[in-house]
């Protein structure tokens, strides 16, 4: 009974050595060579858009949170 009480922390743990070599040959088997690197560039792709977008939003706010102070120090 003492395996299963620690059974979610062990589900959530990062893969090991091994773990990351099972995972590669499983990717090359399931795509292949000449795949592989489309979706890494694929992948690249989406993760700068993203980090374009997430610094488009934060510039929005703090471009808003500046047009607030300076209407804030106008009326004082």
């Known amino acids: 009974m003492e395996l299963f009480s620690n059974a979610p ?30 979706l890494a560039k694929g992948l690249g792709k989406g993760m700068r858009e993203f980090k374009d977008a997430k610094d488009g939003i934060r510039k929005d706010i703090e471009t808003e949170m500046n047009k607030k102070e300076e209407i804030g120090t106008v009326n004082n």
């Open 9 to 38: 922390i062990l589900l959530l743990s990062m893969p090991g050595g091994i773990e990351w070599l099972w995972i590669i040959l499983a990717v090359i088997i399931l795509f292949g060579g000449k795949k592989i690197p489309e």
